[in-house]
């Protein structure tokens, strides 16, 4: 293929990429933002946040487990068109275009492919065992033994991909938690919760287990979030990133920099709101 028949692909896919991505994380931040000033702000009146943007004024309220007959609107296909032109690309760059492996590396390059695929799925079962397990009851302690893993997945991979392969690689593997947490968990528990409302049945016990665990993976989320655009820039500085000898050092550092970054973020959000003034997290302009 010509050279720049190959890079219109790889801009095209990139495009779509960023911008799939910006809708997500968006609406991701939007409604993390939404949820902690509807319980910061929680009244005798019920639960509503009042914002204004483009011109216009909007009460939102939260219903606990009551379903509109009108059209429910659900965020999901973001997700996906993120995951799908994430994933081209990789396949374009890393596996096709040989920039996983060094030039003396000792394994094959379908080695290498079985290698990247297998660190897909492994890490995601091992994050989802991990949270459902009585270790995820102890979010702290959780939290520190996944961050271990990840840290561990970085030293490992750096060992067989290139420096550039395993930042990617390691962004990709968090980029793909997150989607599976929207179709394997948080999607499944909203779907229940809105047949059973629909339905004219109690919510139940187990309904609300899954929501609440929905809650707790839509979280997570918006922690890896900044990690993950972390991880993608970093292929633009080399020096500093991926290049340096202690690369997955600074991949540790990033990620938990970026963690930390949503954290501070939260609290922000949550501060409580005195004398009608300008909501916290900047909520008169979102």
Known sequence: MPYWASELVNLALRWVHVVAAILW?????????????????ADAQGREVWMVHGGGFYRLQKLDWQVPPRALHWFQWESMLT?????????????I???????????????????????????????DRLWDSPLGRRPRLA?????????????GLGRVFTGRGTFLQVGAVLGTIMFANVWERILPAMRAAVGAARAGREVGAEVRALAARAA???????FMAFPVVFLMLSTHYPVTTYGHRLGWATLAVGVLVGAAARWLLNRHEARPVEGGGRPAGGGTNR
Not at 25 to 41: C, D, I, M, S, Y
Not at 101 to 126: H, T
Request: hydrophobic residues 60%; aromatic residues 14%; charged residues 10%.
């Open 216 to 222: 707790e993976r839509s979280r997570h989320n918006t």
């Open 83 to 95: 995951l799908v032109s994430g994933a081209a690309l990789f396949v374009w760059i890393y596996w």
């Open 25 to 41: 994380l968006g609406q991701t931040a939007l409604f993390t933002w939404l949820e902690t000033r509807l319980r910061v702000e």
């Open 97 to 127: 275009g040989g920039v996983l492996l060094p030039p003396d590396a000792e394994i094959s390059g379908l080695a290498a492919i079985g290698l990247s695929v297998g660190a897909f799925f492994v890490s995601w079962m091992v994050y």
């Open 143 to 155: 939290a520190a033994v996944s961050f271990a893993l990840l840290v561990a997945l970085a030293w």
